[in-house]
T-cell receptor, first 114, second 112 residues
Framework: DGGITQSPKYLFRKEGQNVTLSCEQNLNHDAMYWYRQDPGQGLRLIYYSQIVNDFQKGDIAEGYSVSREKKESFPLTVTSAQKNPTAFYLC?????????????FGPGTRLTVT | SQKIEQNSEALNIQEGKTATLTCNYTNYSPAYLQWYRQDPGRGPVFLLLIRENEKEKRKERLKVTFDTTLKQSLFHITASQPADSATYLCALADSGTYKYIFGTGTRLKVLA
C-alpha cells in the first residue's frame, strides 16, 4: 500500500525541549509539505520541499526546521523558539512541478507542549 | 490582502437533500481549485480538482463549479447521507509558487 505515515500520533513535550516529527512517504512523490492546523483556522504552511536537499519556508516557518536528505522522508523539528507549538501537524506530498495534482496527507501528529 | 473564505458556521441539512458549500477568494488568480474532506483528528482527503477553464466538474454525487469572474467555487453533495458529515476544505494553488492555500473549512452535518 502506498501512502504517507506520520509518527507518533500523539506527542507530549515539556516547554523548552526540541521535538522532531516524522513523515515518510512511499508514493515516489518529489514534493512534500508540512502544515499546522489549529482549531478554527485553516491549514497553515510551515515548510515545503520540491526536491531532495532543497526546501523553502512557508508562511509560518519561525521556530521550525526541516531537512530533506531522502526523497521519502521530510522530518520537522519544532524548536524551543516556537512560541505556541501545541497544534495538530500534518505532512503531505504531491507530484512536484505541477500544482494540478492533489496532495496526499498523512494521519497527523498531535503535539502538546506543557 | 489575499484571502480564501469558507463559511465558518456549520451547515446542518436533512438526509437526502443537496448540500452546497461556498469558497470565495480575493487577490488570487488560481489556475486550479481543489476540494478536500477532513474527518475529526485525521488528515484531509482529496475529492475534486477543477481548472480555471472548466465551469463544472462532477464525480458521483459530488459537483464543483468554478466562477473566476465571481472568484467563487461551489461544492455540492446531492442525495446527502449521514456518512457525508465532515469538514470540507477548499484549496487553491498559488500560481507564483507551488504552495497550496487552504480555506478554514466548513463543517457539514447530515441529519438522519
Amino acid at each position: 500500500d502506498g501512502g504517507i505515515t506520520q509518527s507518533p500520533k500523539y506527542l507530549f513535550r515539556k516547554e523548552g525541549q526540541n521535538v522532531t516529527l516524522s513523515c515518510e512517504q512511499n508514493l515516489n512523490h518529489d514534493a512534500m509539505y508540512w502544515y499546522r492546523q489549529d482549531p478554527g483556522q485553516g491549514l497553515r504552511l510551515i515548510y515545503y520541499s520540491q526536491i531532495v536537499n532543497d526546501f523553502q519556508k512557508g508562511d509560518i516557518a519561525e521556530g521550525y526546521s526541516v531537512s530533506r536528505e531522502k526523497k521519502e522522508s521530510f522530518p520537522l523539528t519544532v524548536t524551543s523558539a516556537q512560541k505556541n507549538p501545541t497544534a495538530f501537524y500534518l505532512c503531505a506530498s504531491s507530484i512536484a512541478g505541477s500544482w494540478q495534482y492533489e496532495q496526499y496527507f498523512g494521519p497527523g501528529t498531535r503535539l502538546t507542549v506543557t | 490582502s489575499q484571502k480564501i473564505e469558507q463559511n465558518s458556521e456549520a451547515l446542518n441539512i436533512q438526509e437526502g437533500k443537496t448540500a452546497t458549500l461556498t469558497c470565495n477568494y480575493t487577490n488570487y488568480s488560481p489556475a486550479y481549485l481543489q476540494w478536500y474532506r477532513q474527518d475529526p483528528g485525521r488528515g484531509p482527503v482529496f475529492l475534486l480538482l477543477i481548472r480555471e477553464n472548466e465551469k463544472e466538474k462532477r464525480k458521483e454525487r459530488l459537483k464543483v463549479t468554478f466562477d473566476t469572474t465571481l472568484k467563487q467555487s461551489l461544492f455540492h453533495i446531492t442525495a446527502s447521507q449521514p456518512a457525508d458529515s465532515a469538514t470540507y476544505l477548499c484549496a487553491l494553488a498559488d500560481s507564483g509558487t507551488y504552495k497550496y492555500i487552504f480555506g478554514t473549512g466548513t463543517r457539514l452535518k447530515v441529519l438522519a
